[in-house]
Structure formats: structure tokens, C-alpha cells
Nanobody, 124 residues
Framework: VQLQASGGGLVQSGGSLRLSCEAS????????VGWFRQAPGEEREAVSC????????YYADSVKDRFIISRDNAKNTVYLQMNSLKLEDTAAYYC??????????????????WGHGTLVTVSS
């Protein structure tokens, strides 16, 4: 599975962006997919993960009620709608497809295929 993340950019605090993660080489519909982010000098952290059917998702506390993950398996694409962006959301965002899913955690080690990051910069 090859993953391509896109949609990052520069946005003012309080603004919105939608990230896309498009897969090629395989269908995405039987993989859980996660969004992770890494800020400079920080460890990679889970943002949100969605089960293969799209029926439920995990969100990190820091993004709950602001970010929405969704997937369109017919388009082989997973999205991350980011609203009410804050300065601390600035990071490189990565999507990944894996083999494990939980409503209560999103563990990077469960994810086997990673795309290149897309940079999100939130300015004041």
C-alpha cells in the first residue's frame, strides 16, 4: 500500500484545513487508517484513527470536538477535517494504514504503511 497525504498548508489560528490520504497499490477498505503528527523536537503522536468500516474512530483528547476523521473507501481515501486550529496543531501530519484498531488508543506500532508527511502551520 502506498499512501499520499495532502492538504497541509499555512492557516491562521481558528481556521480550518482538510487533509487527504489517498492510497494506491491496494484497496484501503480492510485497513484501519490513522493520522499522526510530529512537531519539531517532539515525538510522533496519534491524532485520530478510524476502523476499516468507518463506523467508529479514536481521537486524541487534544483534538476531540475539533477534528473529524472520515473515509471514502470507494475513493480509497481517508480525510481529516481540522477545525478551530490552534498554534499547537502545527506539525507534520502523516497517514498510515495498519492491522490493529481500538476505540481507546491509536498505537503507531499497529501501523505498517506510512505516507510522507504534509506540513500544517498555524499562525497567530
Amino acid at each position: 500500500v502506498q499512501l499520499q497525504a495532502s492538504g497541509g498548508g499555512l492557516v491562521q489560528s481558528g481556521g480550518s484545513l482538510r487533509l487527504s490520504c489517498e492510497a494506491s497499490g491496494s484497496t484501503l477498505d480492510h485497513y484501519p487508517v490513522g493520522w499522526f503528527r510530529q512537531a519539531p523536537g517532539e515525538e510522533r503522536e496519534a491524532v485520530s484513527c478510524i476502523k476499516p468500516s468507518g463506523g467508529s474512530a479514536y481521537y486524541a483528547d487534544s483534538v476531540k470536538d475539533r477534528f473529524i476523521i472520515s473515509r471514502d473507501n470507494a475513493k480509497n481515501t481517508v480525510y481529516l477535517q481540522m477545525n478551530s486550529l490552534k498554534l499547537e496543531d502545527t506539525a507534520a501530519y502523516y497517514c498510515a494504514a495498519g492491522h490493529g484498531y481500538s476505540d481507546h488508543a491509536c498505537i503507531p506500532q499497529w501501523y505498517d504503511y506510512w505516507g510522507h508527511g504534509t506540513l500544517v502551520t498555524v499562525s497567530s
